[in-house]
């Protein structure tokens, strides 16, 4: 297993936002965490990210006890996010953005191959590198996200609602990519609030209610599940 999180909680303040969380994401998967606003994904991410402390519980990462290891430290072990929001900065320029997501690392030639490789799957990033982030549309600051992220060649891509805001070709695109980028080598740990597209695009998934995991399958599985068509999937 590349990653590993048994039984965690997490606090904020008073608020309990995950209630004994255990799950596995093997190397090669994509594996979805679905649920309702509120559930406890993007929390979920921060715990692996370690952007936010765990009150019990363990995380591995390919073998090893991350529990306690600060964020930065992850992102060089191979743990990379995307955030929800895009959290892009927006005053750089989208190449000076796109080497930020390298700056843990000093292989030249690797940075530039994964920078060649970044413009392959998104064109519209290199005709706009020189381009202030803040001024890309919606679709394209989510794609720089995604672009960043994949700059520290991560082992784990952690996506938090990467087809937020999104017109319906962009949201076909940037899950074909993610696809790609599966297939390229890269194992993801992707949130959705678009169960739809996560589930067909998943090796498997999660359903997140209120802090706690309520179910678990291969997205196939999960797409035919009778209570999460009603309760995510928009149909009867
Ligand atoms: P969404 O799709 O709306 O982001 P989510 O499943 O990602 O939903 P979380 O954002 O993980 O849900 O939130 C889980 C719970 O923790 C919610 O009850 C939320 O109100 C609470 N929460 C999240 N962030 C904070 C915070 N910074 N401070 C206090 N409570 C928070």
């Known amino acids: 297993m590349l990653l590993e999180i048994d039984n965690i909680t997490l606090l904020y303040g008073r608020i309990q936002a995950l209630h004994g969380i255990s799950l596995q994401v093997d190397e090669g998967e994509i594996v979805a965490l679905i649920g309702a606003n509120g559930a406890g994904k993007s929390t979920t991410m921060r715990a692996v990210s370690g952007l936010r402390p765990i009150a019990s519980g363990q995380i ?3 073998g090893q ?3 306690n290891m600060r964020a930065d430290l992850r992102v060089i ?4 996010q995307a ?3 895009r959290g892009i900065f927006p005053g750089m320029t989208v190449q000076e953005n796109l080497d930020m997501g390298a700056y843990t690392r000093r292989d030249r030639a690797g940075i530039q191959a994964d920078l060649k490789r970044v413009f392959e799957l998104f064109p519209r990033l290199s005709e706009r590198r020189k381009q202030a982030g803040g001024t890309l549309s919606g679709g394209e600051q989510q794609m720089l996200a995604v672009g960043r992220a994949l700059m520290s060649r991560p082992k784990l891509m952690l996506l938090d609602e990467p087809s937020m805001g999104l017109a319906p070709m962009l949201i076909q695109q940037i899950f074909s990519i ?3 980028i599966n297939q390229q080598g890269t194992t993801i740990l992707l949130v959705e609030q678009n169960a739809q597209q996560a589930l067909s695009r998943a090796h498997r998934a999660y359903v997140l209610e209120t802090g706690r995991i309520v ?3 291969t997205g196939e599985e999960l797409l035919r599940d009778s209570s999460v068509k009603d309760a995510y999937l928009g149909v009867a």
């Open 60 to 62: 591995r990462f390919a």
């Open 77 to 80: 072990r191979g743990i990379s």
């Open 215 to 217: 179910k678990s399958g």
């Open 178 to 180: 993610i696809t790609e």
């Open 65 to 67: 006890d991350i529990t």
């Open 83 to 85: 955030p929800e929001g």
